[in-house]
């Protein structure tokens, strides 16, 4: 095998694991907020809270995790069976020749 294809095999390697790396952190804190909205949305012992305390909570984790998550993008419903939660955003992640909107949708509870 020519050196020149074991390199450019190494270059291309390492190309996707640089693709996956600037990839990785949106995903981690979007699964963060994900979980932080189904230990929410099942805590029974915040089943009295009005939908605004809901709102409220989930806006400042977003926020503390570095997520650009609007407020009037934050949906909670409330019913007998018990609370729906969900957050719409996206995360721009800039690659050298491209950028790429993330979309994201946690969600979690009874709808």
Known sequence: MA???????????????????????????????????????????????????????????????GLPVPVDHIRVTKSEDGVYIEARYFVRVDLLVYTVDLHFRPSAGVR
């Open 3 to 65: 050196r020149w294809r074991v390199a450019a095999g190494i270059a291309v390697l390492l190309a996707l694991a640089g693709f996956c790396g600037l990839l990785f952190r949106p995903y981690l804190q979007n699964w963060r907020l994900q979980q932080y909205i189904e230990q929410m949305a099942f805590d029974e012992s915040r089943r009295g809270q009005d939908v605004a305390a809901y709102v409220v909570a989930v806006a400042n984790q977003a926020s503390r995790l």
